[in-house]
């Protein structure tokens, strides 16, 4: 391997997550990605106090940008319907951009990206085989799933509201404030829900809220790591030790 492959390996925690996770490991891959395969094992107490032990066989092909890119993960065990959270190309649906955004920074490791959003998920689908609904309350997906989340990362009921909200967090801050608040309460921005508004353009930018403004339609012709919504709120926690 050259050594910008290595050093990125080093960075990225390849060897820890191979070492935590013995039925990984790495196949070749198709282009430059790094891709890991075998079966993920874990033990995890979720909502309500729930422990769910279970493995599943996945692909985890990491593209060279990874952190600032997710991984691609594909479930190869034929469990998971393609009715169930998956995008257009069959990988799973993750997290919403925005939250993959919000919960990655440039030291994200791939054992972190595993435990984060990979194992909830799959926490999520077990706990569904098991008890026919969701742990986290029903999810929508594309673009009705992608509204729900924004509305709830600002924290409106209404998800034209939250829609707005985006539209807001991409304009300048001063010009922003002056605008009726689009939730409804009569006063505008500035003296209503500023603060998130504030906070999240800060973080993320203008541009991408204005990326995000233009809301793809459901399974539509975007990338399509873009139209994945949220699926589980913090609060599954690994265990330690293995689920066999
Ligand atoms: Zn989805
Ligand atoms: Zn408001």
Not at 107 to 132: M, Q
Request: net charge positive; glycine share 8%; proline share 9%.
């Amino acid at each position: 391997m050259p050594p910008s492959v290595v050093e990125r390996h080093r960075r990225w925690g390849v060897e820890e997550l191979l070492a935590n996770n013995p039925d990984l490991r790495i196949v070749p891959s198709p282009d430059a990605s790094l891709k890991v395969r075998g079966e993920l094992h874990f033990h995890v107490r979720g909502p309500g106090d729930v422990i769910i032990g279970d493995a599943y066989q996945i692909d985890l092909l990491i593209p060279p940008s990874f952190p600032a890119t997710a991984p691609a993960v594909f479930e190869n065990g034929g469990r998971i319907p393609k009715t169930y959270h998956k995008l257009e190309d069959g990988s799973l649906c993750l997290a919403a951009p925005t939250e993959l955004r919000l919960r990655t920074g440039p030291d994200t490791t791939i054992g972190a990206f595993v435990e984060t959003f990979v194992v909830p998920y799959l926490f999520g689908y077990s706990y569904r085989e098991k008890h026919g609904v969701s742990p986290y309350g029903e999810l929508e997906h594309g673009r009705d799933g992608l509204r729900q989340h924004f509305a709830s990362l600002f924290g409106v009921p209404d998800r034209m509201a939250a829609q707005e909200l985006v539209r807001l967090a991409s304009l300048k801050k001063r010009p922003a404030n002056k605008v009726p608040c689009p939730c409804g309460s009569r006063r505008r921005l500035g003296r209503c829900h500023h603060t998130i508004v504030n906070e999240l353009r800060a973080k993320l930018g203008r541009a991408w809220f204005a990326s995000q403004y233009d809301l793809p339609s459901p399974i539509d012709s975007r990338p399509a790591n873009r139209i994945a919504e949220r699926h589980q709120p913090d609060g599954v926690k690994r265990r330690k030790g293995k689920s066999r």
